[in-house]
């Protein structure tokens, strides 16, 4: 559950506890942004000698704050910040904000504890405070921009950085910023949670570093589309890739910035990669708000290279380019006929303003039931000339005419970063029409006009049989662990994978070849013979394997080179023995497998395996459990499922749903035994042409 945090947002009554009488602190910066703004809520600095401090009279205690204390500003060092936070929640203070940053491992321990039992709401610590522009409330201990000035935008952010680099770059009012720091007890979901339903609020900014609950943010996430307003997140910190420690293929293959990428798409969250990219965004969705169902998109513009250029843009950062109809084309052709009725349409290649109804072309574009949206590329640059200005007059003002009464949403986009001309921004702002400088940012913000489509849950039914299975694979798990593995044996693997209807090759394990011979007969033959040993994750790389063996002395010649082998490439490793396996051959091999990414779930991929898994990188990847439906979504991603669907006539049409059938049993056992089975590949595994027929030879599970 997230926490009330009015009492943050919209203070009575403020106390400021570390404010110096003598020199100036953070505590007085606080003091001095709210009366410079002629706050009206009752500042009560806290000063154990002081009378008074910037002419308000002081308390000489925590302990002598009036009754009903809203908040509480604790300008006081790390080290003083469980023992205050303990004083003012004796005194009944609703809630605090901790500016204060160092803390030691022990003191960050101590406070983190403090806060997660408190009734008192913390912000904090290593945090910037927060400002409420609608009533003039700058709880921030610094100078803030001149720029900023009260709108509908909200912004939250980890970074007190962030939002000094937001407070001076955007364009657009801002109603609220906030800075949640550490996050030792209020997170970014508290706020975002009342922001959804502020009535001055209509977009929200999120910058972000780390998730703590993932549940949390996506419910609040789902508050704010429920009440109409818009969300987009920039995550920081996507560069770290995943454990090159990671045994599976699977795990190596993918990062925590895959991750949070699947977890925003999941829950329809619209998502950005820098702070140009977010403010285009927010401009474009202050004034025009989430379009769930706007996909498609035209482009027009008074320059052929302009429009051209983001044409290729757009198809880099995900934006669909709009096809016109046909009734569209005919429009055009009637109302420009110098004009060619193709997206994107260039307006300056025509130089006969007879043959050139801007306003009637766009009308058309507009009616077109296939377009979803309209960018205008016009150069507005503050640096125009007047000439250039006056020049653009015309099309400006014909694309500020489309705008009246349109429904769908028109943006304009300056191709350069340069600031906007400011008579031009009013222009395009007075018709409703936002305009973000750079194509690229501009481009990305239409993108999050049309923010994705959260996935439906996945209900797994569970039945006794189900909870027998999960049972037996834990105990299964609980025993290799016991015995010292990381990792299963392959024959756990097949056992576990077996009871979850995946399909395994057959295969025994043998101690030498002596027991080979004695057990050959329950596998026939032609064999694979592969070693086994809990201290060897890919075998065929060290010559662990062993194909297409068709008879006794086959096998003993097969484990006397495989124990050779593994002798020199892993002379410390122990072979507990030998795999027997029928040898089951494929048309394609795919790689299937998950890998545990705590808090959010577990990620399960699928693509092109074999031993050259890690160089094809052929992955597509979505949060556990999956439907066989999107399993096979996933699968039409990949470079292998263009090759099941008969890519060149390599190999005949293939039908994907045995595959999918896997990936999707793969995912419920994933879901039930991840906190158990951290990673899991299953590579190579077979697929028959045709039938799409596959048989799992090759699993390795890690576990914890």
């Not at 936070?85 to 609703?94: C, D, I, S, T, Y």
């Not at 818009?230 to 925590?256: Q, R």
């Not at 593994?566 to 023995?577: E, L, Q, S, T, Y």
């Amino acid at each position: 559950m997230t926490r009330d945090v009015t009492s943050l947002m919209r203070p009575q009554a403020i106390a400021v506890v570390g404010a110096s009488a003598t020199k100036r602190a953070q505590g007085n910066a606080v003091i001095e942004n709210l009366l410079s703004r002629d706050c009206t809520r009752r500042i009560i600095p806290v000063h154990r000698s002081a009378e008074e401090i910037q002419g308000l009279a002081t308390v000489a205690s925590i302990a002598e704050l009036p009754d009903g204390t809203d908040l509480a500003i604790a300008s006081v060092p790390a080290a003083a910040a469980t023992e205050t936070a303990r004083a003012l929640e004796a005194k009944g203070v609703k809630s605090a904000i901790f500016f204060a940053s160092g803390f030691t491992t022990e003191a960050a321990d101590a406070f983190r504890a403090f806060a997660a039992g408190s009734p008192m709401n913390i912000q904090g610590p290593n945090c910037m405070g927060l400002i409420n522009l609608n009533d003039g409330l700058f709880l921030y201990p610094a100078t803030t921009s001149s720029k900023i000035r009260p709108g509908k935008v909200a912004f939250i952010a980890q970074s007190g950085s962030a939002a000094i680099t937001l407070m001076n770059s955007a364009e657009f009012g801002i109603s609220k910023i906030v800075t949640v720091g550490s996050e030792f007890q209020l997170t970014a979901a508290d706020y975002m949670d009342w922001l959804a339903t502020d009535d001055e609020t209509v977009a929200i900014g999120v910058v972000l570093e780390a998730i703590q609950d993932p549940e949390a943010f996506a419910r609040a996430a789902q508050r704010i589309f429920e009440n109409g307003k818009s969300l987009v997140v920039l995550k920081v910190g996507n560069s770290e890739v995943g454990s090159a420690a990671t045994l599976a293929h699977t795990g190596s293959m993918t990062s925590d910035a895959d991750t949070y990428r699947l977890y925003f798409e999941a829950n329809g969250i619209a998502t950005v990669e820098d702070y140009d990219e977010l403010n285009a965004a927010l401009e474009i969705l202050s004034l025009h708000g989430h379009r769930p169902n706007a996909r498609t998109l035209a482009i027009v513009g008074i320059s052929g290279g302009q429009t051209a250029l983001a044409c290729d843009i757009a198809a880099s950062v995900g934006v669909e380019l709009a096809r016109f109809g046909e009734a569209t084309v005919r429009q055009i052709g009637t109302v420009s006929p110098g004009t060619l009725a193709q997206n994107p349409i260039d307006f300056g290649s025509v130089t006969d303003e007879a043959a050139r109804d801007i306003a009637g072309t766009m009308s058309a574009i507009l009616a077109d039931e296939g377009i979803d949206m309209l960018a205008v590329v016009q150069d507005s640059q503050a640096g125009l000339h007047p000439k250039s200005l006056e020049s653009y007059t015309t099309p400006i003002d014909a694309y500020c005419r489309s705008a009246d009464g349109a429904a769908k949403p028109i943006v304009a986009i300056s191709a350069t970063s340069e600031d906007i001309h400011p008579d031009i921004r009013s222009r395009f702002e007075s018709h409703g029409i936002p305009i973000v400088s750079g194509l690229r940012e501009g481009l990305v913000g239409i993108r999050a006009l049309a923010r994705p489509s959260p996935r439906p849950p996945v209900n797994v039914a569970k039945t006794r049989k189900t909870d027998a299975r999960k049972s037996c694979a834990l105990a299964l798990v609980a025993e290799e662990v016991a015995s010292g593995r990381t990792q299963l044996t392959a024959q756990s693997g097949l056992e576990i994978l077996t009871s979850y209807g995946i399909p395994v090759a057959r295969s025994l394990v043998v101690r030498d070849a002596a027991e080979a011979a004695a057990r050959s007969a329950e596998i026939a033959f032609p064999l694979a013979v592969k070693v086994a040993s809990k201290d060897i994750a890919h075998r065929s790389e060290l010559g662990g394997v062993a194909l297409g063996v068709v008879d006794m002395e086959g096998i003993e010649e097969a484990i006397a080179r495989i124990a050779g082998n593994v002798a020199k490439a892993a002379p410390n490793a122990i072979i507990d023995g030998y795999e027997l396996q029928e040898d089951v051959r494929g048309d394609l091999e795919a790689v299937v497998g998950f890998v545990a990414s705590p808090p959010f779930g577990i990620k399960v991929m699928v693509g092109s395996g074999g031993t050259l898994v890690e160089l094809t990188d052929d992955l597509a990847m979505a949060l556990a459990p999956l439907t066989v439906a999107e399993a096979e979504t996933l699968i039409a991603a990949t470079k292998l499922g263009r090759r099941l669907d008969g890519y060149r006539n390599l190999i005949p049409r293939t039908d994907t749903r045995p595959l999918a059938e896997l990936v999707s049993d793969l995912s419920l056992l994933a879901q039930e035994l991840g906190a158990r089975i951290t990673s899991c590949d299953l590579n190579p595994v077979m697929i028959r042409a045709g039938s799409g027929k596959v048989a799992t030879v090759d699993v390795l599970m890690t576990v914890a």
